[in-house]
């Protein structure tokens, strides 16, 4: 029972603070906001931008895995 309680104490305060009228987190999300919108925009227009090449990624991890298993032939049905 006591471990319920413990769990539950986080969501019962945030739902008391939500009721209150307090929004935890809302200062930092204005800051960030803020922080975003003063920074200049530069804007390129397609004429001024170079070309690009498309990136060649090198396959890891699970692609690569992938790609070792597309390369051979399914194993023959018994």
Known sequence: MVE????S???L???VSLLVGFYPGFEAIVRISERIASRPRRWATKSQRAPRRPAFRAASGGLLIAFGHAQRPPPPAP
């Open 4 to 7: 319920i309680l413990l769990a």
């Open 9 to 11: 104490v986080p969501l």
């Open 13 to 15: 305060l945030l739902i």
